[in-house]
């Protein structure tokens, strides 16, 4: 077996057989501190890929963080094939403030590849693109819903691509979104390198929500030994996702309180109750419903609503009892 290569990051290179912390210099704050953008590389003795996975790219997204962070503690890290790089806070000004956005209130994962001589967002890119993904050959970025917004554990990915569908389905959520590339994403600038990268989507922004830490650890694990970068396992019992067919936000038909909302994960029919919208007096109500048979994969977690406003993201798919015996298992599995 070859030896895994040197890898450059910054200014530092990271030998076969060993890690390394390194810290990639972003725009300082006004008051003169410097910041920077952690990395850690793990280099294998023994050749394989080169896997980034990457959290926080919005700022106050913090599931991620803490999945990278339990990742670089696995014991199996130690004997790996391959080099992982680690970067648990792309966005690291949006974090220290909490936020999904940039100070200059732009959003990173609209800015990709980025510019060194462009915005903050831009540069933030950049500096990314240039350190991080271009040395890789696979990624996984992991996100959760905005703020006041949660999602089902799922992958999001372009499907056309063979590479992409197949990890996919390796990473083991219950549900696969082919999902429309929006410009300036970080999913736009993979598809257009031909460069293989799932988005993992679970929980709420500015939470730490168990299930999904645990989902999206084991998701990246499983990503890890179907490249040969950890040894294969015990066969267990596979989870085959199911492939959403369409997607859609179903949004308040008025403004007022919203009550008795279903939950994640609920399997609705055309026409079923999702919720219902009322005036604080409580005498007009408004029920919101399904437009379809589906899903619920993401949903507003305020009791508040304007007219208009997203309420619930439902998914459509060819086979619904499928799909919901997916979900079903995942929620039973994750907790074992």
Known sequence: MATSPPIKIGNSTVEPGTRAAIDLPIADLYTGTS????????????????????????????????????LLRQKDLRTMRGTLIAVPIVNVHGFLDRSRYLPDRRDLNRSFPGSAKGSIASRTANTFVREIVSKAEYGIDLHTGALNRTNLPQI????????????????????????????????????????PLLVYEAGEALRHEEVCILAGLRGVKRVMRHLGMLPKTKPTRALTPVIADATSWVRAPASGIVSRKLKLGATVSEGDRLAVVSDPLGEDEEKVRAPFDGIVIGRSTLPLAHEGEALFNLAAFKSLSRAESNVEHFAAKITE
């Open 35 to 70: 910041l920077s953008m952690p990395v850690k590389v793990i280099n294998g003795k023994k050749a394989g890929p080169v896997l980034f996975v990457s959290a926080a790219i919005h700022g106050d997204e913090l599931n991620g963080v803490e999945i990278v962070r339990r």
């Open 156 to 195: 999001r990915a372009n499907l056309d691509d063979e590479k992409n569908l197949e990890l996919a389905r390796v990473f083991g959520t219950p549900v696969i979104i082919n999902s429309t590339l929006r410009d300036g994403s970080l999913r736009q600038h993979a598809a257009e390198s031909g460069f």
